[in-house]
T-cell receptor, first 112, second 110 residues
Framework: DTGVSQNPRHKITKRGQNVTFRCDPI?????LYWYRQTLGQGPEFLTY????????KSRLLSDRFSAERPKGSFSTLEIQRTEQGDSAMYLC??????????FGPGTRLTVT | GDSVTQMEGPVTLSEEAFLTINCTYT??????PFWYVQYPGEGLQLLLK?????DKGSNKGFEATYRKETTSFHLEKGSVQVSDSAVYFC?????????FGKGTRLSVIA
């Protein structure tokens, strides 16, 4: 069991640039989730996939955010035209059962 | 919508002290509660869970009992260690996404 991995671990970008983060779930897990965590807060749900189908995306923070999971394995989260308010930790989790989610180490985004 | 309220920190305890972190929730349906822990510089780790009313989850000396009548899932440990210093998150699942509390930072001093 190699766990959930995320890349990069840290990303510094200038305002207005696009960024993409990658998440590789635990291999037998068919569900994959994205959350955002800001300082002093708990994780906030963004979107999730069951296999390659994106089943919930209404919580994505704006239309600048999009996620894909093209073959039901890894997933990417893209933020277009980044803003300073996008600075946060972006967490990925995966699960086999609906509720017991296992989290990756996160990607810390800093927008300057 | 569903929400989780947990005890605000930070909490500072001496080694071997008793720990309680309160967690209550409001939810529709039949929620499943969880505790996650985040050690410094690391990701969230599932600490323990419960699946039905009066279930007691336990792991690494931590325990929590799912009390449906009081909508609570308080975390306890009888004797904390310095290595327990971390941020603890109570979470709830009624639908697939988890709803988290704000977290409680615990510092244990020798």
């Amino acid at each position: 069991d190699t766990g959930v991995s995320q890349n990069p671990r840290h990303k510094i970008t200038k305002r207005g640039q696009n960024v993409t983060f990658r998440c590789d779930p635990i291999s037998e897990h068919n569900r994959l989730y994205w959350y955002r965590q800001t300082l002093g807060q708990g994780p906030e749900f963004l979107t999730y996939f069951q296999n390659e189908a994106q089943l919930e995306k209404s919580r994505l923070l704006s239309d600048r955010f999009s996620a894909e999971r093209p073959k039901g394995s890894f997933s990417t989260l893209e933020i277009q035209r980044t803003e300073q308010g996008d600075s946060a930790m972006y967490l990925c989790a995966s699960s086999l059962q609906p509720y017991e989610q296992y989290f990756g180490p996160g990607t810390r985004l800093t927008v300057t | 919508g569903d929400s989780v309220t947990q005890m605000e920190g930070p909490v500072t305890l001496s080694e071997e002290a008793f720990l309680t972190i309160n967690c209550t929730y409001t939810a529709t349906g039949y929620p499943s509660p969880f505790w996650y822990v985040q050690y410094p510089g690391e990701g969230l780790q599932l600490l323990l869970k419960a699946t039905k009313a009066d279930d007691k989850g336990s792991n690494k000396g931590f325990e929590a009992t799912y009390r449906k009548e009081t909508t609570s899932f308080h975390l306890e440990k009888g004797s904390v260690q310095v290595s327990d210093s971390a941020v603890y998150f109570c979470a709830l699942a009624t639908n697939t996404p988890l709803v988290f509390g704000k977290g409680t930072r615990l510092s244990v001093i020798a």
